[in-house]
């Protein structure tokens, strides 16, 4: 009986080592059929999973050939290992870590397959290279972890925020991330955004989500105060933009109303211009809202994605007493959904069209945007309101009651004068860089452009 025991441990090393030289040998295929043939049907799933090198070479080759879910679902369903025991390798562990990464960046094996003891067993490897100071594949397994939540219709705000709170911002490196790029046939260097700023978006985006206003405009704050040399994929606009709609949540609409026109200072979208409309009528600001609902409107955009705007510009009409333009589109928001198939409000489904039911809503848009006022003429629209970014580059006079010229990144010149600026008359100065807001006026037979106001950059 012991001789027959000490056969069959032999025979089980001698079946193990050739499929871990198999898998080194890149004989994939091969050696998934031993395994399956001389280990899996004789031998204990207990035995195999005492055999940390055997268990690596199998993950391997199910990843190597397309079979993700199948190395994980080995792992987690078949042996149903369990990672904190102490006789666990480190080497195996990251093994493993890797498996899970290259499982979360393949999308089917996301929706399909990773359930509840997957991601306990995700969670369980973070701690882990948290705990051993493996810093790139933590950062590397953390996001992409934090991603598949993201994905989901209804994320999971409380353990994204709790991911944050264990694994602080001080974990995270602020060293941008750079990968090679084939672009037109020429190699180019890409630069990601850092681990940190990610860690500072995801952390922004779970306070906004869970209602935690205050909270999320200290984050935002504290994300332009960072390490963060750079920003990438326009984050600096969507923490501004996060900031600003937690104002408007806490009732703070004129601060809403500063932070979005520093935003639309330095990034001009319809969408971004169509919120600023908004909170300029919720401020009974009706001839500023009306100016910038009329720029998103021509601004560039699919028409039919423009809907809501439609809607906001029915609004504003209404609060100036223009009954017939807000009826008029109104019925253009009507159009648009019943060609897309989206519902209409109760409110709206006694409105009836009329005339222009049959025709295209992209051709309704471009007459109806015709009579905005202000852009009857070619780009007229921009040139009344000027949102840009310079430098103070003349001071005329100094103190509270100074003024002085800014240059745009255009090379245009704009007056100011410093009680209409945010910033406090000690950082006045030749050479800092603003942000502001301008008009056009007549001085002298001259048309200048005259700063409204001035923000730091």
Known sequence: MQDEKKSDKEGFVIASNEVIRLRWRKEYESALSLFKKDISSKYSRKT???????????????????????????????????????????RFLINLSWTFYFALNDDVVCKRFLKGAHLELISDLLKFLHYEKDKELFNLLFFQYTKFHLAHNNPDWLLLLSLTETYAKNEFSHDVQTFTKDIAGQSKVVEMASPLENWYMLKIKALYSLNRYDECVK???????????????????????????????????????????RIISKKNEWFLQKELAGLYLRDRKFELALNMASIACVSKGYTQFKVSLFALLANIFDAIGDSMNAVEWRKLEILVRREQGWPISAQ??????????????????????????????????????????????????????????????????????????????????????????????SHKGKEIWKALKVYLK
């Not at 704050?221 to 984050?235: E, L, P, R, V």
């Not at 004068?417 to 008359?425: C, D, L, M, N, T």
Request: hydrophobic share 40%.
């Open 48 to 90: 195999i999973a005492n055999n940390y090198f055997l268990v690596s070479a199998i993950c391997d080759c199910l990843k190597e050939t397309g079979k993700i879910a199948e190395a994980i679902n080995f792992i987690v369903l078949y042996l149903k290992m369990d990672i904190n025991s102490v006789s666990l390798p480190k």
């Open 219 to 261: 984050w935002c704050k504290g994300a332009f105060d960072s390490q963060i040399s750079g920003f990438h994929y326009g984050n600096q606009i969507w923490i501004s933009r996060y900031m600003a709609r937690c104002y408007v949540q806490s009732g703070n609409i004129s601060e809403a109303i500063n932070v979005f026109e």
């Open 348 to 441: 709206h489904m006694s409105i009836d069209i009329g005339e222009i039911e049959n025709k295209a809503a992209t051709c309704v848009f471009q007459q109806l945007s015709k009579r905005l006022p202000g852009l009857n003429e070619k780009d007229e629209q921009f040139t009344k309101v000027l949102h840009g970014t310079g430098r103070i580059t003349r001071i005329l006079h100094p103190g509270e009651k100074g003024d002085g010229f800014i240059t745009t990144d255009d090379g245009m010149s704009v007056y100011f004068r410093f009680g209409q600026s945010k910033i406090s008359v000690e950082q006045i100065d030749v050479g800092v860089e603003v942000s502001f807001k301008a008009v056009q006026n």
